[in-house]
């Protein structure tokens, strides 16, 4: 799993001798700008969602399984907590999202949650705290058929990554949630003050953009098939003279370092991993 990566790649299937609970389902293969739903449970997915009355027998297109709600909604309980010990990223977690007036025109009870796998939600929240200045929180363990779970099915205001992850807010409720299928747009309207909140769209773009999910498996790129190339002929070249093997080696791996530099040392991507490592400490220490 990746965060901010693009996705992407073949897809792969969970080996069918695995005793896997979902072995044979394909996995992978989705990319970044396919992670949207909408306020539907069951929507997101790029592929595999023929049956828009269910979302069991589905694929894991961003390689994680869909939340579960009460009441086996839509046959949820095929991904229910009995097997959140396996589940990609562990068990289910909300946390809350809020933000102060000094960063944003927000009232005190804007408040948002985000429910996902905890792997996800914890370098995420560093993530809100840099970007959209959301209040350090820790994620706590999720249960939907509690009686003072934070949120409920009818709160969520945006699904993503095939239904995996969702923003939700009490002070929404979504009277057709229970009543529509997967690929239904008839969704109860949120109310004008969140519609137009930019502390809300800060939170819906971040998860859009750095939410975590199965990326593409790399294969050898051109620079490592040239220094692979180089490095058979000098065997020839050099007929098993160890000391012209070093050399050319030494030369070779400082040529693909400075290249991995260039190729990769975006200065965006180190300022955002410098100024997230930096509030990453300040989360930690957060009591």
Aim: proline share 7%; charged share 20%; aromatic share 12%.
């Amino acid at each position: 799993m990746d965060q901010w990566g693009n996705g992407g790649g073949k897809w792969a299937t969970i080996s069918g001798d695995s005793q896997h609970p979902f072995q044979g389902r394909t996995f992978g293969g989705a990319k970044r700008y396919e992670i949207r739903g909408t306020r539907t449970f069951g929507s997101g997915y790029p592929y595999g969602a023929s049956n828009q009355s269910t979302i069991a027998d589905r694929p894991f297109p961003f390689g994680v399984w869909p939340l579960y709600w009460d009441q086996n909604f839509m046959d949820a309980d095929e991904y229910g907590p009995r097997y959140d010990v396996l589940r990609p990223g562990g068990f289910v977690a909300s946390v809350p999202l809020r933000t102060t007036t000094d960063h944003f025109n927000v009232t005190e009870d804007e408040v948002y949650y985000a429910v996902g796998d905890r792997e996800s939600l914890l370098p995420l929240m560093i993530s809100y705290v840099t970007w959209c200045h959301a209040t350090p929180a820790w994620p706590s363990r999720f249960n939907a058929s509690a009686t003072d779970a934070p949120i409920k099915l009818e709160n969520v205001i945006q699904y993503f990554r095939a239904s995996s992850f969702a923003l939700a807010s009490p002070a929404y409720n979504n009277t057709l949630a229970r009543t529509s299928k997967s690929d239904t747009k008839d969704n109860t309207p949120l109310p004008e003050f969140m519609e137009y909140s930019p502390f809300r769209k800060c939170v819906d773009d971040v998860t859009e953009n750095a939410l975590a999910i199965v990326n593409t498996i790399p294969g050898p790129t051109p620079l490592d098939m040239f220094v692979n190339a180089l490095n058979i002929g000098g065997i020839f070249i050099c007929g098993g003279m160890l000391f012209c093997l070093l050399v050319i080696g030494g030369i070779l791996v400082t040529i693909r370092a400075v290249c991995q530099i260039l190729l990769y040392g975006d200065p965006d991507t180190i300022a955002r991993a410098r100024r997230e490592r930096r509030n990453e400490l300040v989360y930690e220490n957060h009591p």
